[in-house]
């Protein structure tokens, strides 16, 4: 029994009744489900994203929605067997899937981890330091960014039905921006099972997750400046989105990721006895066989020194050969089918094209043999190794990709020469580099790097630990120039940002002490009548202040600090030496030492909400400090931030020590954990 997919709409699962597509298993052929989007108010789904959806992700903050992303990934992750059983028949093995659906809760998780890490417990981000605007200091700027009120339309391809929707939904979600997602309709049977588990979960607020199954309508019709659009997919139908009049009447936001043509480079240091050799080959094979090559980071471009040609391919055609073809959910077999026997013959038609200046020496793209598949009913092709007979002549295997089990040796005479081949790409979302000379790496990464999103180079020393060519982290960026389509759909809180509005505020510095929650200098600082030491997380307020008494640092507390600490440089002990040094007037205090006659000085000695000082940040000495001069410090709430456990909180002070002649000598921020009301 084939399955009706349902879409997710205004918080509803909705069935359609007409205009039905057929979804084929890569396997067997048998149809696995039937999918339309007849029937769907997209009118009313951008609507409820807008009014519902944007409204009650922007209710929480930053660290209540990672928060939700947490729970959403562990709901999930319980249930995630429901997936693994689908997508079987999209052509995937189970360790294929496993960088789907793993990798996908992966990046919930951390999203989740970086929201609370790295973002404020607020509505907003302060971005970069403030930015003086008037001499006397009375007039200031800041920038911050702010979630966009629209809706985010993410387009999936159909490589990846879990992690391409969750990759986009995390950022978005975490920025407090609505999703209306719109997988590929060839695997959109694991997107459904996959959002219905995120629905199920409870962990979704509103409108802010909608699904659409089938064709988009006019959803692009309907979008207007505030929203974002994220493609995956080919350059073809990215250039039509993107050339949409609506897009471009109103520059909404486009984010694609498309085609790539990923280069791998063997270092012209590297012989066939070495160890990055064997890693070479091992990775190629690698990502020629992952999802049966259908991944945008998959390796294309094979380059390798002309000296190293012949061995090169002898060893990848040995590789190629253990690889064996079947049906993907046994657990014996290496590689299954390609998504659908459209896509072989896409993949046929490419290889076609690539004739003209390259010569197959391994597969064969029109036959392929396995136990138990059929050739006919499944969408099997085994791998095809191409070389190219002339590289630095041809054209098409720069711009031609087979989206498949299919790479092409290029042979190159010096490394010029093969960064010059891969710049030939026209930019790409990743190359890899294997050598073991540091001159190597230097030049071909600076060579490359303009037209890549991400370098990787492996060499004995990390390979046990690399995650490989084709693995996109979430911590880093996922996108590239040019031909890759100029997006980042990861790269922390890069892609967190893509969701949001950089404004410039500017007024004085107490009203943005007051919007940002954080203490500017310049800002006002009423004296606390209690000691801030003594009062609790929720009873402390931005902008308290203490100053201190006095304290003289004479030459017998620097003689003796040097001795007890061992520290005995020339500018605290020498008075001639010290001299001499352009920077100091004669023998000076410490840095330290400085630092713990503060602490001294505004330290409140007795038990009380302060637990502990875990820190100190951005410390800078300003001024020397000679024998007899005379230091106090001010002590300011800069911010307050809760922490993972309800007990307590963070606070950040800003400290500042002065001379006897007012003049700043020190400045830092102390960081401190305190408890919060019982």
Request: proline letters at 6%; hydrophobic letters at 40%.
């Amino acid at each position: 029994m084939s399955i009706i997919l349902q879409s997710l709409a205004l918080d509803r699962w909705v069935e359609p009744s007409s205009g039905f597509v057929d979804i084929p298993s890569a396997v067997d052929g048998h149809v696995v489900a039937r999918a339309s989007s007849a029937g769907l108010d997209f009118v009313a789904m951008v609507r409820h994203a807008r009014e519902v959806g944007g409204p009650a992700l922007r209710k929480l903050t930053f660290h209540q929605r990672a928060d939700r992303l947490r729970s959403l990934a562990a709901y999930v992750s319980e249930r995630k067997e429901r997936l693994y059983k689908l997508a079987g028949d999209t052509g995937a093995t189970r360790r294929d899937n496993a960088i789907d659906i793993e990798g996908g809760l992966g990046t919930l998780s951390a999203y989740a981890s970086r929201g609370r890490r790295e973002l404020p417990d607020a509505a907003f981000v302060v971005e970069g330091d403030v930015e003086g605007l008037s001499k006397g200091g009375t007039f200031v700027g800041q920038h911050i960014l702010s979630p966009l009120h629209g809706v985010a339309a993410h387009i999936n391809a159909f490589n990846f039905p879990c992690w391409g929707l969750l990759e986009k939904f995390a950022p978005a979600f975490l920025a407090g921006v609505p999703v209306i997602a719109k997988p590929a309709t060839a695997t959109a049977y694991v997107t459904e099972a996959l959002v219905r588990l995120m629905h199920e979960s409870g962990s979704l607020p509103p409108g802010s997750l909608q699904l659409i199954c089938g064709s988009t309508g006019n959803l692009l019709d309907l979008l207007g400046g505030q929203d974002v659009i994220s493609f995956t997919g080919s350059i073809e139908t990215s250039e039509k989105l993107r050339n949409h009049p609506n897009i471009a009447r109103h520059s909404i936001r486009f984010v694609a990721e498309r085609d790539s043509l990923n280069a791998s480079l063997l270092g012209p240091d590297v012989e066939p006895s070495q160890p990055e050799f064997d890693l070479f080959v091992r990775e190629i094979v690698r990502e020629m066989i992952a999802k049966t090559g259908q991944k945008c980071t998959a390796i294309r471009r094979i380059l390798v020194p002309r000296a190293q040609e012949a061995a090169a391919i002898a060893a990848l055609k040995t590789a190629l050969s253990a690889v064996k073809l079947g049906d993907p959910r046994t657990e014996d077999k290496v590689m299954g089918p390609l998504v659908s026997r459209a896509q072989r013959e896409s993949v046929r038609e490419q290889i076609a094209k690539l004739a003209g200046e390259t010569e197959i020496v391994f597969g064969d793209p029109n036959h392929c043999e396995g136990a138990g598949i059929d050739t006919k009913a499944g969408a099997f092709i085994g791998p095809v190794l191409l070389r190219a007979t002339d590289p630095m002549s041809a054209r098409r295997v720069h711009d031609t990709e087979a989206f498949g089990p299919v790479a092409t040796v290029l042979a190159y005479d010096n490394l010029d020469q093969a960064i010059e081949l891969i710049a030939r790409g026209e930019g790409s979302l990743v190359a890899s580099l294997f050598t073991y000379d540091a001159k190597v790496a230097a030049a071909v990464v600076l060579g490359i790097a303009p037209f890549h999103g991400r370098v990787l180079i492996v060499d004995r020393d990390c390979a046990k630990e690399s995650t490989g060519h084709g693995s996109p982290m979430p911590s880093l960026l996922h996108g590239g120039p040019g031909r890759a389509g100029g997006g980042e759909e990861l790269g922390g809180m890069r892609a967190v940002y893509h969701y949001m509005q950089r404004t410039a505020v500017q007024a004085s510095p107490g009203r943005l002490s007051s919007l940002t929650g954080s203490w500017l200098k310049g800002a006002p600082t009423p004296i606390a009548e209690v000691h801030p030491f003594k009062r609790n997380f929720d009873q402390l307020q931005v902008g308290d202040t203490i100053e201190t008494a006095s304290r003289p640092i004479t030459l017998a507390d620097i003689e003796h600090f040097a001795e007890f600490t061992g520290d005995n440089f020339y500018a605290h002990m020498d008075e001639a030496a010290a001299k001499a040094n352009p920077f100091f007037p004669g023998r000076v205090a410490h840095g330290y030492l400085i630092l713990a006659f503060a602490a001294g000085l505004f330290v409140d000695p007795a038990p009380g909400p302060l637990l502990a000082n875990y820190g100190l940040d951005n410390l800078r000495f300003l001024k020397p400090v000679s024998p007899d001069d005379v230091i106090r410090v001010r002590l300011t709430v800069k911010q307050k931030s809760p922490a993972r456990k309800p007990e307590y909180g963070e606070v950040r002070w800003d400290v500042e020590v002065v001379n006897q002649n007012n003049e700043p000598v020190a400045r830092y921020d102390l960081l401190t954990m305190s408890a919060r009301a019982a």
